[in-house]
């Protein structure tokens, strides 16, 4: 009777011990720590200044990548650099044309998921033109122009007006003075294959962005499937709500599984 009263005890004792590992296992495969952003046009990594030390009070590693915006190979070059940097599995974030970086740069093997902030999510074979035609053009395209170089930027009324209405006029003048000239060929280069077809991914919606349709924004999320917010912001919302962006990034950093992508 004893003996037998052991065995039991000991398979018992052996199965929980299973499950506990298998649990182990799973909480080990579950978040990752590392987060890289990338900005998009008319910007650099200051544009994610707020939202850092959001990401840093809660244990997450963070890099901002500093786009040169001369091509889209060398800021995917420049992305996939930072990515080479963290120690494990990445949460690739971006914004506007970083969105269209991260489709690319988000292949890399470290790359668990993707984030996309009021950004452009183009298909394989697809660039931010064929993406941006497809629905009726935000107002703030109109402030964009090219100098002799071949290079673009934001007039002082698209600045204030329509990329980032709802800041205070002072950071919005921060925001001029600053922002990053952008290779006129850019927008119409192509992603050679979409990470989002292959990785997990969450979206911003800005409701009032008056760069990208927001409408468009709503389409791109619903088409790479992603887990979806939308902000009563303007293109900027990483700027202008913070606390909100980061709580979104820190929800999908601690969701996605990093031993295993979904694949769509």
Not at 75 to 99: C, E, F, N, Q, T
Not at 228 to 235: K, R
Not at 246 to 254: G, K, L, V
């Amino acid at each position: 009777m004893c003996k037998s009263f052991s065995i039991v005890t000991g398979i018992l004792c052996g199965f929980w011990l299973a499950i506990s590992c298998v649990h182990q296992v799973e909480a080990q495969s579950k978040g990752v720590k590392n987060v890289v952003l990338v900005h998009g046009a008319f910007a650099d990594g200051s544009s994610w200044s707020k939202v850092i030390p959001l990401l840093e009070s809660k244990g997450l590693k963070v890099i901002a990548v500093q786009n040169p915006l001369t091509s889209l190979k060398d800021d995917v070059a420049a992305a996939k650099r930072a990515i080479a940097l963290m120690d494990g599995p990445v949460l690739l974030v971006g914004h506007s044309w970083g969105g269209v970086v991260v489709s690319e740069a988000g292949n890399d093997p470290k790359v668990a998921g993707l984030l996309y902030v009021a950004a452009f999510a183009p298909d394989n074979g697809q660039s931010l033109t064929d993406l941006a035609k497809t629905f009726p053009p935000a107002p703030g395209n109109n402030q964009v122009k090219p100098d002799a170089s071949g290079f673009l930027s934001l007039t002082p009324k698209g600045i204030h007006e329509d990329f980032a209405q709802d800041l205070p006029e002072t950071e919005r003048r921060i925001i001029l003075a600053t922002q990053g000239t952008w290779w006129a060929k850019a927008p119409g280069e192509k992603i050679s294959r979409a990470a989002w077809r292959t990785k997990p991914s969450w979206y911003i919606v800005s409701q009032r962005d008056r760069m990208i349709n927001p409408e468009l924004e709503r389409k791109m999320a619903k088409t790479i499937r992603a887990t979806t917010i939308e902000l009563n912001a303007s293109h900027v919302p990483m700027v202008s709500q913070p606390a909100k962006v980061a709580t979104f990034i820190i929800e999908a950093a601690r969701s996605v599984n990093s031993k295993e992508f979904v694949s769509k």
